[in-house]
């Protein structure tokens, strides 16, 4: 458990807030870093090192026999005032996984890869998963060299200059692995809530997302009549009130979330004339966004006064694990004793996009209180080292099958 | 009617922003060329032009009685992206009634002053009707001299600079002065909705404004089920709504706006942690002012799981105009045939101040779809004329008294 907390504790300076979180957008400085330092430890332990042309880092340990590889990781970059948990803990426990097999002498019949996946948080280069998804055919590849930062820096040039661009011919592939494994956070407050150590993943939730707007019209605050106002604000009060009124009628798992608002003008004498709000529903079941959908299009096209509109932004539909792989992980846990819980991901991981090559699955441990993309991110070390060794044992009965 | 159009036009062009609009905040150069083009046309008139110790401009034709002054005027700064006619109007109305009662060779009893009140919209430099608050003793002269701009330019630095401070026994007096008008925009949809040209502006309404609070936390969108969440903004919509409720069961002549609002993080995947809005109310009566603070006051410490907290930012009491100056107003109005309404003010206007020194009074005109604080206000050419005879026939019944 020292091992694991050195890991931590070591990667946690790559970016370190100085206020318990960090911050290590892709090929950043800090993500340069801590992206130095998982190849130092694994060159260390005798891996072979290598990346790909979208610069995800491979570390493979040799298996006895010519079979593809068994994979397991996540990403090292971080949202801006981050924690020391999301991304970093599925690479490092992975790694923990394969010292503990060197240092115990386990030898494995397959090959056994530790993956940092480059750019999955997206926040300095959109979209999200970006480099499992071109492996994965989801996102075409010259677009997404293309993608800009804030600052006009492609991310291709970014790529070059990072030292960690290689060769496509070691892109993760159907023909060179055989399972994928990514340990993650869960980033929500359910396993914590029930007293479980361990999620057993068995897909990542669908979900759609639309934009909703309503429009009035901007008027003196203290000379226009109420009958003869347009107030968007108002009218956005009724759409949110709405959509809460009818989505709770629809299955009690499902998720919805009114998280981007602003409007204008914005000034405290001004009648607000535009409001803008996004909502994000996600659920297992397609039946049940389709439902959600109808709700929002059900919408009436004028609340009092004001014009509403809605328009999808983005959708994906649930992805489900293999039965089997999600098997692997369940029986590992049960055989360590630890107290866990099937459940769908809500969030994006990797995973996602990797379970379309080959069988992939997913391990969460707990996230204190729910917090995630904060500084306030935790998961305690005990729950951190329960994780890795679920991780090594389904990496064992994973060889053997 | 031209004379008047060639004055609005010619004071148009003075922080013309080429889309129908001005920008001319308090001594920037548009508004010193306005001030210099004020001046210019007052001392061709034969108008004697002083300024005093707060930059306000009076520009004065002598009376053939040693008696105190009678004063109109408003101020020529606006907003970023205002209207050619809030403030403008008021001191071009006033210049063209003195004009005619030197062309058509109109003798008074007392001196006709026009006045230019510095710094009225407060845009630039913070709080509005900053010197006819000065001079009425509203604000201590010390700490509006320290106000600082964006740019941390002192007013007292920018009046230096400007070339227009005077002195201070040129102020505005109760013995120098016997009777204000103010004309001004209506700034709301009343006169044009009820097909009336004048507003005989009664009093300015009284008001409070406070700023509410909700509190939740900030989660995971896919990964934290509904009956867990604690979302800020679905609480601040019911507190939206139980304003509206209980507010729409006071007087029906209440206007009240919930026109800021905000918070974050603002993420589409992350709950809501804190939303404000502010809410401005304004009544005539002290006791309406007086149950909108009763009905904030009675909402719940907590929504929806979100404490609730709110803070009054500042108030005012009603200001009554005193009943024969609005008698000699709608006098005037009803001899010269115009269509008129009563009214009170729900914007404040520096006339509520002077209202302290001498009897004063205002003249509302209309605005064309209530639009005011943006480049689309308007008033026809007619209206405005209308408005100025409405002013020279009050100063010369006022001369009478």
Known sequence: MERLEDKIKTFGKYGDTGKGGITRLCFTEPNLQARAEFCRRCEALGLSVKTDDMGNIYATKPGKEDLPAIAVGSHLDSVVRGGNFDGVLGVLTGLEALETMIVEGIETRHPMTVLVWTNEEGSRFRPAMMSSGVIAGKFDQATMLAVKDEEGIAFKDALEASGFKGDATNRFSTKGYSAFLELHIEQGPVLEAEGKDIGVVEGVLGMVNYEIKTRGQANHAGTTPMPLRKDALYA???????????LDKLDPSLVYTTGEFSGGPNVH?????????????????????????????????????????????????????????????????????????????????????????????????????????????????????????????????????
Chains 1, 2 share one sequence.
């Open 236 to 246: 956005m009060v009724a759409v949110i009130q709405y959509l809460h009124d009818e």
């Open 269 to 401: 004498t001004v009648i607000p004339d535009n409001v803008r709000i996004t909502i994000d529903a996600r659920h297992r079941d397609p039946e049940v966004i389709r439902q959600v959908v109808k709700v929002i299009e059900s919408l009436p096209a004028e609340i009092r006064g004001c014009p509403v509109t809605y328009r999808e932004q983005w959708a994906r539909n649930t992805i489900d694990f293999k039965p089997d792989m999600v098997g692997i992980v369940e029986e590992s846990t049960k055989t360590l004793g630890y107290p866990y819980k099937r459940m769908y991901s809500g969030a994006g991981h990797d995973a996602q996009y990797i379970a379309d090559l080959v069988p992939a699955t997913m391990i969460f441990v707990p996230s204190d209180t729910g917090f995630s993309h904060c500084e306030e991110e935790h998961t305690s070390l005990e729950q951190c080292w329960k994780g890795a060794n679920v991780i090594l044992h389904s990496l064992l009965a994973l060889d053997q099958k």
